[in-house]
Nanobody, 123 residues
Framework: QVQLVESGGGSVQSGGSLRLSCAAA????????MAWFRQAPGKEREGVAA???????SYADSVKGRFTISRDNAKNTLYLQMNSLEPEDTAMYYC?????????????????WGQGTQVTVSS
């Protein structure tokens, strides 16, 4: 089994930055694709960014140019650098993973989830 624990959330003003981390523990050799999702109150969970074990990344259009996903396989840690944050980025952010290639940034593809970390951006 794999456990994911997110950290780094908080409250910032519009235009600010945050860096989220997701530490993976357990049978981490089974993980290939890792991703960040977010869910705002009353809205569906949406994919933010994903990255495969070889480092190839993909992003939602809403965050391209502002967010950067990365991973340190030696430390079993996933990151999300968020710059130029906007109030619309306010949400609970979740780390997710699965054992296959990153083919689709859809929550139904992911079977391992963290508990989430809250990001709040004020105007």
């Amino acid at each position: 089994q794999v456990q994911l624990v997110e950290s780094g959330g908080g409250s910032v003003q519009s235009g600010g930055s945050l860096r989220l981390s997701c530490a993976a523990a357990g049978d981490t050799d089974t993980i290939d694709c890792m991703a960040w999702f977010r869910q705002a109150p009353g809205k569906e969970r949406e994919g933010v960014a994903a990255i495969g074990s070889a480092g190839r990344a993909s992003y939602a259009d809403s965050v391209k140019g502002r967010f950067t996903i990365s991973r340190d396989n030696a430390k079993n840690t996933l990151y999300l650098q968020m710059n130029s944050l906007e109030p619309e980025d306010t949400a609970m952010y979740y780390c997710a993973a699965h054992s296959r290639r990153c083919l689709q940034l859809s929550y139904i593809m992911f079977d391992i989830w963290g508990q989430g970390t809250q990001v709040t951006v004020s105007s």
